[in-house]
């Protein structure tokens, strides 16, 4: 079984930064796009960056010039660094990955999320 964990999330004021990563673990041939969404009460799940196997990347206009998605493939870990955080930055953040554990089968996975919040 394929499991994704986070971590780094926590309580920090505006303008500082944090860290998250998301470890991969389990029956894994290789994993493919990886991503970080966030969540808020009342909200839609928003993509908030993806990163490739080849490590092509893309942001929402929102986090664009603040964060950056990295990944180690040879440690199946993916992070994001968040600086200048703002307060409307506040969700919970979940990590996503499309994993290949067969040479036919594709399935996708969600971390269990952690929470980010930022105060002003």
């Known amino acids: 079984q394929v499991q994704l964990v986070e971590s780094g999330g926590g309580l920090v004021q505006a303008g500082e930064s944090l860290r998250l990563s998301c470890a991969a673990s389990g029956s894994i041939v290789l994993i493919n796009d990886m991503a970080w969404y966030r969540q808020t009460p009342g909200k839609q799940r928003e993509l908030v960056a993806v990163?490739?196997?080849?490590?092509?990347?893309n942001y929402a206009d929102s986090v664009k010039g603040r964060f950056t998605i990295s990944r180690d493939n040879v440690k199946k870990i993916v992070y994001l660094q968040m600086t200048g955080l703002k307060p409307e930055d506040t969700a919970v953040y979940y990590c996503?990955?499309?994993?290949?554990?067969?040479?036919?089968?594709?399935?996708?996975?969600w971390g269990q999320g952690t929470q980010v919040t930022v105060s002003s």
């Open positions: 990163i490739t196997s080849g490590g092509t990347t």
């Open positions: 996503n990955a499309d994993v290949r554990i067969s040479q036919l089968k594709l399935n996708e996975y």
